[in-house]
């Protein structure tokens, strides 16, 4: 008997220690997370990481051209990002974290809304098909290893497919497209392209969908407002109503959304994020004659990148030893 009650005193003595590193670092009880965002506040566009209550910007890319829309690994060790620094094609790259080691991963015209999926091995995005040909400028969803191998087209018919989301469990693919009735919808499919569905019938614009980290539902932009709804398309609802917004992206614990937001035509844009069930609008970044663009939420459940090795280490051996315990 004592010997389990020291063990019980053992792993709550470890587990109040998690408690309070996690409290000095973050300034509150829950893992800290960092937002990847693009910003024009150097110049050119280039990929931005910065806290996610909007501290400690730090910029990744530093390339002359245009880099944007990141989206992060799942280990939150490298960005996948969108560029035309090679000959002005737009195409995907990945980069580390810390901005080293940028590497091509395709060779198209237009490769754009990189989206890597939760277990780490693929990465969807879209394709502009018929780049020389205004009449036709059809586009569609590809997916390919991480390394960039095995690029395939995912829909045998395209016609306006673009933005994939991945869901948690990397089998199923949210995106927006006109396959139907000549709007731009949201639909959902398997991840090998299969089983297409529609998911909204506002017969309009409905774009930017994003899955939340627990699976049960789906955030997108319909005539510039965020709009909620589970992932099956019912219990639709719109949770702004002021500014123009876009690029939605869900906090780890599924109850913050962040996004890019801006007043008017011709204003800078600014990351804002909203409480789903509160309604409670903060604005994230500081804009000041620059513009914050297409945020990307890390949703790891474990420490941000770039913290100090030793304290990874620790928090990562303190876990151990307090689930050894329990």
């Known amino acids: 008997m004592s010997f389990r009650i020291g063990r019980t005193f053992s792993a709550a003595l470890v587990m109040s220690l998690l408690i309070q590193i996690q409290i000095a670092e973050n300034g509150y009880a829950g893992p800290r997370t960092k937002i990847a965002f693009t910003s024009t506040r150097g110049g050119d566009p280039d990929i931005y990481v910065m806290d996610a209550d909007g501290r400690n910007p ?19 060790r490298q960005i996948a990002f969108e560029s035309n620094r090679n000959g002005g094609n737009i195409q995907i790259w990945v980069i580390d974290a810390d901005g080293k080691n940028p590497v091509r991963l395709t060779d198209g015209v237009w490769d754009r809304h990189p989206s890597w999926s939760p277990d780490g091995k693929k990465i969807a995005y879209d394709v ?57 919808e949201i639909y959902v499919m398997q991840a090998n392209g299969r089983n297409q569905k529609r998911l909204t019938y506002n017969f309009g614009d409905n774009r930017y969908p994003t899955w939340s980290p627990d699976g049960k539902r789906i955030a997108f932009v319909h005539d510039s407002q965020i709009y909620v709804m589970d992932s099956n398309g019912e219990n639709q609802r719109k949770i702004t109503e002021k500014r123009w917004n876009r690029y939605p992206t869900w906090s780890p614990d599924s109850g913050t959304i962040a996004f890019e937001s801006w007043e008017k035509h011709g204003a800078e844009h600014g990351i804002f994020s909203i409480n789903v069930r509160s309604g409670a609008l903060r604005q994230i970044s500081e804009v000041h004659k620059v513009g914050d663009f297409q945020p990307d ?19 990562g051996r303190l876990k151990d030893v307090a689930s050894s315990l329990r």
Do not use: C, Q
């Open 58 to 76: 730090r910029k990744v890319t530093t390339h002359d051209e245009e880099d944007g829309n990141p989206t992060w690994s799942p280990d939150g």
């Open 128 to 184: 502009l098909l018929n780049p020389w040909d205004a009449d036709k400028w059809n586009r569609t969803i590809y997916v390919m290893d991480s390394d960039g191998g095995n690029s395939r087209k995912l829909i045998k018919e395209p016609a306006y497919d673009t933005h994939p989301s991945w869901s948690p469990n990397s089998k199923k693919i949210a995106f927006s497209s006109s396959m139907e009735d000549g709007g731009v």
């Open 297 to 315: 939420w890390f949703n790891s459940a474990g420490l941000s990148v770039l913290t100090g090795g030793n304290r990874v280490t620790m928090w």
